[in-house]
Structures are given as structure tokens and as C-alpha cells.
């Protein structure tokens, strides 16, 4: 006691900090033993009375930069990071005991749905500012890839996905099963369910096939993909306290990774009994097999869920942020899929989800080449004279009916009904080699071709400033096979794949119709 007494206070924070740090999975207990010494210890180094020595070591074991980075105007101080450590601390704790995963009965009570808000939220933020310390503490000290399957797939998880169509049911359509499977995405490693034990393949395909090809189930964005402007914002956003701001966010929709991660599934597998494969197609990389993959990988997440939950605001057809252009620039390739048009017109009737989980689906292989134009305003520009293309047709991929266009290296010019003046869209590799700021992001137009075994095609779509959302004619060369369109999101940026479904035109939008999924990745 006397020789702790004797030393500075500057060496007394060092020793701490090297005691906490010690290990760098889990809570700090390498320092408890410190803080336990004697009062003046205790009061020299506890968390209320020295905050900024706490948000030292919730830094080395955290990812922080992109949380500071997003919250910069919160004012976010060593007290907020402080109470952040103390939650993930004792929720990581929970996880790792595998509490709440799974659910005694078919109704959670009130106190196991909090517990599983709480934990979903601060695993799914983690995962969107992680640098590669958060899913170390997420799955190597926590297990949190094993909470996950429990959660998802067995047959008591707490999704209530599997108890659902043990009862003929479909899974809950939910915040707490959207937020999951996008966790799943993230954290999925493939290899994981290529055991020669099938059980884990078959639990895992059999829920994300429903989630992800049940397009009258499981919506693939909010607000609806008929609007290019929506008049009003989605409902149900969450309130959700990260690093000591209340902030109100959006969950994402559940299609989106559930699509990624059943069709990367299936395609590890050579055969399959409800597959059939024409051409093995490439595989999507999850974000964990992804080399070099930041923060920076999710920004348009983050942006998107903020930006739909803010009602201060109209949402109007301002960029977002939700997408990051240049994104879609290249040469892409995947698949789309379709299943039995029986199978699936007996679904549109109200068929369960069996039938669905029974139905065969056949894999094609594609190839795309997209181009950006983008329509940028500068602070000296007229802003009626740069006002943007009106929306359009959904069915058209929001190109209004009329408009014109020809495509030069330069960009787009496009001709709308009732404007004098055409508008010069500029092309994504023109502005590169300019390397001028552009200014304010008003418009995305994409154009691009591609070919698959039914033929070559024509693409051409826009994307929805409110959230990002892609949206693609496809015009076959020959027209024999008509028209589709092609809408989804860009899950991730330079690492990122496209994820989405595709479906008929002659369907009203507002009317179901018939429809598959489709992933690309970047050709490498």
C-alpha cells in the first residue's frame, strides 16, 4: 500500500493502462486488481473519476475512429466513450454466455425482446465502424458468429424463424431478424457449413431461402422501390443510444444479405438438391474474406439509416450520402435466379412457406459493364436550369417516358419531354480524369450492356437519392425476351457486391409479380 501511495499519478495511469491492455479480448480484468488496492488507487484511476484514462483503453480494444468520425458534430468526449465501454463490456459478456439466442416460447416477453434490441443494435454499429478489432470482440471473446446461428436457425432461436415453419408459417417480417441477417452477412464464413455434416447447410439455406427469394414476404428496401421520390419517410425507426447520443435510425431492410448470403452458400456447394446450375457461376466474398475491407466499406449504410429516420426534414431528392459515386463504375459478375413459375404463383396465392423451401431454383450466370453520368450543380449554377430529370417509370428503371438520350465519352445528353434544352450528364471516367471537385450530386443516370446465356442486353437505370437504391432496365439485343428490371442495393463499397431481384414489367408496380434474385461482384 505504501509503495502505491509513493508513485505519480502519470506512472500510476501507465501501469493501469498496461494492466488493461494486457490481453486485448474482452473487459480489462487485468486491471481490477489495481482498482482494488486501496482508496487513493481507486480514486485515481476509477472510471467516473478518470475518464480519459478508460477511453484510452476502450480504444485499444475497439474500433474507434469512424464512430468519432460520424459523430463529430455530438461532440463526443471521453465520459461518452466511457459509458460505450462500460455497455459493450457487460453485453459482450451476455453474448458470450449465449443468452436470449434462443426463446422458450412462440411470444418473447417484453424484457427478451429490450435484451435482444439492445444487443443487435450495438453488435450491427459495431460491425459498420469495425477495423478489425470490433469482430475480434465479437466473435472470438463473445462468439458472437455462434450466437448468431442459434438465433437464425435452431429450431428454438429467438428469430422464431425456424419455429415459424415448423408450424407452416412465415418467419416474422422484424427489426431484430433484419438486423441478424445482416450481422450474418458480415461475419459469415462459408467454410463454416461445408462440413460433410450437412445439418448446418441445410438449417442455414433453408431460412435464408425464404428471406431472400420470398419477394412478397421480405421487402428489399423501404421506402417502397416504386418511389423515386417518396413523399414521405419509412416507419418504425428505432431509437438506438451509441456512445452516449440518442440517435434515431432506420433498420435495413432483411432481403438484401439474406439474398448475398444464400446464393453464396449454394454456390460452395458442387451439387445441390434444390440448385441447378448452369454454368458454375463466381461466388460473392463476404465482408470477413474480404482483404483490407474498413469502416469506410459501410459508410452508405450508416448514411441510409440516418438519413430515412430523420424527419426534421423532407426527403425529398437530395443525395443522401447513401450512395457513394463511382461505386458502380466496371465490369460485374453473377447470377440471377428463378425458381418454378408453379411453385411460385402458388406462393402468390398464399402458399406456405414449404413450398418455397421445396422449390427448385435454377442459377444462370451474367456479366454487366456499367457506366455513371453523373449531373453535378456547383454554388454559380442556375438551379433551374440544372434541374434533374423528373422521375419516371418504375418499370423503367425511373426514366420518364419520352426521354431521349445519346451516349459520347463526355457523358450523357438526355432529352426530356417539355425541356427546351437537353442536360449533359457527365460521365464518372471524365470526371477522374478531370480531378475537379464536381460540386453538389444531383442525378445518377447508368447505362451499360452485358450478355448471359439467353443473350446480349442493354442496361439502363437510375439511382434513388433518398437511399441509394439501384434500379436497371434490362433490355435484351434480339427482343425476344423482353424486358426486366433489375433493382437492388450496393452492399459495401470497394469491396462491395450488388445484391437485389429482379422482375417482370408487365406487372403493374403496385401488383405482385414474378420474381428472382441476382448478386454481382467486381470481375477480378
Not at 506 to 516: I, N
Amino acid at each position: 500500500m505504501t509503495s502505491l501511495a509513493s508513485i505519480p499519478q502519470e506512472v500510476l495511469e501507465l501501469i493501469a493502462f498496461f494492466a488493461a491492455t494486457d490481453g486485448f479480448l474482452g473487459p480489462p480484468s487485468g486491471v481490477i486488481g489495481l482498482l482494488g488496492a486501496d482508496r487513493r488507487t481507486h480514486a485515481a484511476l476509477s472510471m467516473p473519476s478518470n475518464p480519459y484514462l478508460w477511453s484510452r483503453i476502450f480504444a485499444h480494444k475497439f474500433d474507434t475512429s469512424a464512430a468519432l468520425q460520424r459523430l463529430a458534430d455530438r461532440n463526443i468526449g471521453p465520459t461518452e466513450m466511457c459509458e460505450e465501454f462500460q455497455k459493450r463490456c457487460i453485453w459482450l459478456k451476455h453474448i458470450r454466455r449465449r443468452t436470449d439466442s434462443l426463446a422458450t416460447s412462440y411470444t418473447l416477453s417484453p424484457t427478451h425482446r429490450l435484451n435482444l434490441h439492445t444487443v443487435l443494435w450495438m453488435a450491427y454499429l459495431m460491425m459498420l465502424e469495425n477495423e478489425g478489432k470490433n469482430v475480434r470482440q465479437l466473435r472470438e471473446y463473445a462468439g458472437f458468429d455462434v450466437w448468431l446461428k442459434d438465433f437464425l436457425f435452431h429450431p428454438s432461436g429467438a428469430s422464431l424463424a425456424a419455429w415459424s415453419v415448423r408450424i407452416d408459417v412465415w418467419p416474422p417480417n422484424d427489426e431484430r431478424t433484419a438486423l441478424a441477417l445482416w450481422l450474418f452477412w458480415y461475419m459469415l464464413q462459408p467454410d463454416d457449413y461445408m462440413s460433410d455434416d450437412d445439418t448446418a447447410f441445410r438449417e442455414a439455406s433453408g431460412i435464408l431461402k425464404l428471406f431472400g427469394l420470398g419477394a412478397h414476404q421480405y421487402a428489399l428496401c423501404t421506402p417502397p422501390w416504386s418511389e423515386f421520390a417518396p413523399p414521405s419517410r419509412a416507419r418504425g425507426a428505432s431509437a438506438v443510444k451509441h456512445f452516449g447520443v440518442q440517435l434515431k435510425i432506420a433498420p435495413p431492410a432483411p432481403a438484401p444479405p439474406a439474398i448475398l448470403a444464400y446464393l453464396t452458400l449454394a454456390n460452395k456447394l458442387s451439387v445441390s438438391w434444390d440448385t441447378i446450375h448452369y454454368m458454375k457461376p463466381p461466388t460473392t466474398t463476404p465482408p470477413s474474406l474480404a482483404p483490407g475491407a474498413t469502416s469506410a466499406e459501410w459508410e452508405g449504410e450508416w448514411m441510409r439509416g440516418l438519413h430515412l429516420a430523420n424527419t426534421s426534414k423532407p426527403l425529398g431528392a437530395a443525395y443522401s450520402g447513401a450512395f457513394i459515386p463511382g461505386s458502380l463504375e466496371g465490369v460485374w459478375e453473377g447470377l440471377f435466379t428463378y425458381t418454378e413459375f408453379t411453385a411460385y404463383a402458388a406462393l402468390l396465392s398464399g402458399a406456405p412457406p414449404t413450398v418455397l423451401q421445396r422449390s427448385l431454383v435454377a442459377h444462370h450466370p451474367h456479366l454487366w459493364k456499367l457506366r455513371e453520368h453523373h449531373l453535378y450543380a456547383s454554388d454559380g449554377d442556375d438551379s433551374l436550369s440544372l434541374r434533374p430529370v423528373a422521375p419516371g417509370n418504375a418499370l423503367r428503371g425511373y426514366i420518364p417516358h419520352g426521354c431521349q438520350w445519346t451516349e459520347s465519352s463526355e457523358g450523357l445528353t438526355l432529352k426530356e419531354a417539355g425541356r427546351v434544352e437537353p442536360l449533359l450528364y457527365r460521365s464518372w471516367s471524365g470526371l477522374q480524369k478531370k480531378g475537379t471537385p464536381p460540386g453538389k450530386l444531383l442525378d445518377v443516370f447508368i447505362t451499360g450492356e452485358g450478355h448471359s446465356a439467353w443473350g446480349q442486353f442493354n442496361l439502363v437505370g437510375r439511382v434513388r437519392p433518398c437511399d441509394g437504391f439501384i434500379s436497371l432496365s434490362k433490355e435484351y439485343v434480339d427482343g425476344d425476351r423482353g424486358q426486366w428490371l433489375y433493382r437492388g442495393y450496393m452492399i459495401g463499397n470497394e469491396e462491395g457486391n450488388l445484391s437485389g431481384r429482379w422482375r417482370d414489367t408487365l406487372s403493374p408496380p403496385d401488383v405482385l409479380g414474378y420474381e428472382g434474385c441476382f448478386v454481382m461482384s467486381r470481375r477480378k
